[in-house]
């Protein structure tokens, strides 16, 4: 039973672009999402997260948007730069699991020189 | 700051033989994760330490993988004897503490293959 879902296992943009990454989950109880970026031969880092009492946070190019009701989020890079290029990794949360944390499948994002 | 360490960072075995993998968490982190990853899929968890006490290891295969954390510090993951499906990276993760919003930091990973 797949909790947290990334429909897309790939997404090319053109740099300057932006680029949209998007992410369901079917588990109402969690509270906290994440989003990891990981490159090849490298472990996942920490890129952003949403408490579930916001539906917006931005950190510079980054931005996560959170539609409770839809159980829809999503990260928004603008603009994209080829260093983006990654695999992004949709997470989340609840509180009273010591916080273990739930993985999507990830999505492939090439932005395009 | 020195991040999370993994050793060896690849691993090729037959199957039915064990192996064993190490992690080194960030210095001051008292919760330490290890993950599995298959080829496609996102990180899975498979055991949480909380110092040397096991907060959840409800997802480890304990007929054939094991884990400790002497001291609260290192780890070792275990697979005796392993399988054909284990093909895997296998991360290890720490935190400052399982409170709060508390950043999960990953090391390099372990990319196991069994044949």
């Known amino acids: 039973d797949q909790q947290v879902k990334q429909n897309s296992p790939s997404l090319s943009v053109q740099e300057g672009r932006i680029s949209i990454l998007n992410c369901d989950y079917t588990?109402?109880?969690?509270?906290?999402f994440l989003w990891y970026k990981k490159y090849p031969a490298e472990g996942p880092t920490f890129l952003i997260s949403?408490?579930?009492?916001?539906d917006k946070n931005e950190d510079g190019r980054f931005t996560v948007f959170l539609n409770k009701s839809a159980k829809h989020l999503s990260l928004h890079i603008v603009p994209s730069q080829p260093g983006d290029s990654a695999v992004y990794f949709c997470a989340a949360t609840l509180s009273g699991s010591a916080r273990q944390l739930t993985f999507g499948s990830g999505t492939q994002l090439t932005v395009l020189p | 700051e020195a991040g999370v360490a993994q050793s060896p960072r690849y691993k090729i075995i037959e199957k039915r033989q064990s192996v064993a993998f190490w992690c080194n968490p960030i210095s001051g982190h008292a919760t330490l994760y290890w993950y599995q990853q298959i080829l496609g899929q996102g990180p899975k968890l498979l055991i949480q330490f909380q110092n040397n006490g096991v907060v959840d290891d409800s997802q480890l295969p304990k007929d054939r993988f094991s884990a400790e954390r002497l001291k609260g510090v290192d780890s070792t993951l275990k697979i005796q004897p392993a399988k054909l499906e284990d093909s895997a990276v296998y991360l290890c993760a720490s935190s400052f503490s399982v409170s709060g919003t508390d950043t999960q930091y990953f090391g390099p990973g372990t990319r196991l293959t069994v044949l």
């Open positions: 588990n109402s109880m969690f509270d906290y």
């Open positions: 949403i408490s579930s009492i916001k």
